[in-house]
């Protein structure tokens, strides 16, 4: 059973995993795409990776491609996932909105 988006703040693993998963990825192409789009400043490890990954399919936010070719597991992100995701830039959005009028007031 899929979990609902509700109000969960996700981990930075989490986001960017599922951001990553816009199109069928593995887990090493996972890996890749995070490094690159965080300019370094996120590496995930392996164990990380595939916990996450594990997580995330019994959640229903992402589920292997079937069909997928060759030794490597494909994933991609699923509807339920995609709701989490945009929950998730919509409080991103307000946390930095939030600050950002809190710190411009206290700097006048």
């Known amino acids: 059973m899929a979990q609902s988006a509700g109000s969960i703040a996700l ?3 989490v986001y960017y995993i599922l951001l990553s998963l816009q199109i069928p990825r593995h887990g090493y192409g996972i890996m890749q795409f995070v490094q690159e789009l965080s300019h370094d400043r996120v590496q995930l490890a392996a164990g990380t990776l595939y916990g996450a990954l594990s997580s995330l399919v019994e959640k229903g ?3 292997a491609v079937e069909g997928a070719s060759g030794r490597k ?3 991609v992100i ?3 996932g ?3 995701l ?3 830039l919509v409080r991103l ?3 930095v909105a939030n600050g950002k009028q809190w710190i411009g007031a206290n700097r006048s």
Request: without cysteine.
């Open 93 to 95: 959005e307000e946390l």
């Open 61 to 63: 936010w992402i589920e």
């Open 86 to 88: 945009e929950a998730e």
């Open 11 to 13: 981990t930075e693993a």
């Open 73 to 75: 597991k494909e994933y």
């Open 78 to 80: 699923t509807i339920d």
């Open 82 to 84: 995609q709701s989490v």
